[in-house]
């Protein structure tokens, strides 16, 4: 893979977030910048790659994310930064301690099971595992 012809994406944006900060209280200002020090100081997950990252003011949750561009999502929880899942098939939403996701629709059990491996495993052999899988396959 040529790497200097990737070019970064940037998050998909739903219809409830917005890249306009100018909606947020001096209430989510601040909590924006406790979050940008924190994804400066704090070591993350394995879930979460610091690439591409911008703020973002959810007004459906009243709140501020960090979102990179693979779409993972970072909100303060507990003055930490995790990471916010959402299922893409039901759309249950929450921190991964607090994912009681008890659809029975395969696709949502495909979703925690895939979700669990990647918080799991270092990003690097997450990729590396990806990309022979896509060899494998052509």
């Known amino acids: 893979m040529d790497l200097n012809n990737v070019k970064p994406s ?4 739903s219809s ?16 924006l910048e406790r979050m940008l020090r924190l994804f400066v100081e704090q070591d993350l997950s394995y879930d979460f790659h610091k690439r591409n990252v911008i703020p973002v003011y959810d007004t459906y949750l009243c709140d501020v994310l960090l979102i990179n561009d693979r779409n993972h ?9 995790d990471c916010w899942y959402t299922c893409p098939e039901c759309h249950y939403a929450g921190f991964w301690e607090d994912f009681k996701h008890h659809s ?21 052999v997450l990729e ?9 396959q052509h």
């Open 128 to 136: 590396a595992k990806q990309e022979r899988a896509k060899v494998v």
């Open 16 to 31: 409830s977030r917005t890249l306009d900060l100018c909606q947020c209280t001096g209430y989510h200002l601040r909590r």
């Open 104 to 124: 029975k629709k395969p696709e949502c059990d495909k979703y925690k099971k895939d979700t669990q491996v990647r918080r799991d495993i270092p990003p690097v």
């Open 10 to 13: 940037l998050p998909i944006l």
């Open 73 to 81: 999502v970072l909100r303060l929880h507990e003055d930490q930064l």
